[in-house]
């Protein structure tokens, strides 16, 4: 059976009264994919096996792709809804202040799976939402690669490739195929992952973005991470949760809280379906 089904973009949305965009949502979607493809295909792609990658004081790696593709994301982006930028690449500081007192920002993230991408493995994805007061409002995830298309509307459903994900039948732990993110972050928990196997497989892809969306449409069926950045959850976590699926953190359940500055880094406990989800959540906070 098809994990889709066809949906206008008028069926695809803002319908959150207490939200008001002023803009039509279905016009600034399709530009806001139009602009993805462009930049992917004139910023990012071009520089896929041939670039040099350079670690940040966290760590974490950065190539000459992301900075490009985010520079042009933020210029681009205000025009559509005019709104700060916030982006993974931008100094830290910046990033704080825009998250703690922006009402409206957009959150990008210019290349996820950067490692994937610098070492030439094709699994990686440009992500781009739009927040208010740190919740997302809408959001997309391109693939690169394959070309694929994932969008979501607060209560307006998700959409691959512009037609509505349909949720699949749910399956028990013991079948779910797990992606996990920063497994060496996780302790005790990441070596219960292995020493008492929860699902049939468990992967660690290296591309967040993709991993939700993936999530999503029924490719992946569980996720956990120990802990992502806005730029990581913003788009993906919101088109998760609008195809039916289930988030919580490590600690809590209400995945979107804010306590006033708003939650910088989220862990993840999330599924495709509800009762799977239930599940899922139940092995992993018995063995934190």
Known sequence: MSLVESASPENCVLQDP????????????????????????TELMPRFKHVHAEKK???????EADRAVEAVLAAALPQL???????????EIEQRRIWREATWCWCVDPLD?????????RYFGISVALMHKRMSVFGVVLDPN????????????????????????TKHLAEALIEVGRFKRLGRL????????????????GASVLQWCHMACGRVDAFLHA?????????????????????????????????GTGDWSKSVIAARHPALFDEWKRWVRNHL
């Not at 799976?113 to 493995?121: D, E, M």
């Not at 990441?190 to 497989?201: D, M, Y």
């Not at 950045?229 to 995945?255: M, N």
């Open 18 to 41: 207490t939200v008001h965009v002023d803009l039509h949502m279905a016009t600034v979607i399709l530009a806001v994919i139009t602009l993805m493809r462009e930049v992917a295909a």
């Open 57 to 63: 004081h966290d760590g974490s790696i950065v190539t």
């Open 81 to 91: 809804y005019d709104c700060p930028v916030l982006g993974e690449e931008m100094p």
């Open 113 to 121: 799976g950067t490692a994937n991408f610098a070492n030439g493995k």
């Open 146 to 169: 394959t070309g694929e298309v994932f969008h979501a509307v607060r209560h307006g459903g998700a959409c691959l490739d512009g037609k509505r994900i349909k949720q699949a039948p």
């Open 190 to 205: 990441g070596v219960a992952l292995f020493e008492n196997k929860p699902g049939r497989k468990i992967s660690m892809s």
């Open 227 to 259: 802990g992502e950045q806005p730029w990581d959850y913003a788009a993906g976590a919101l088109i998760l949760e609008e195809a039916g699926g289930r988030i919580a953190t490590l600690h809590h359940d209400d995945y979107w809280r804010s306590d």
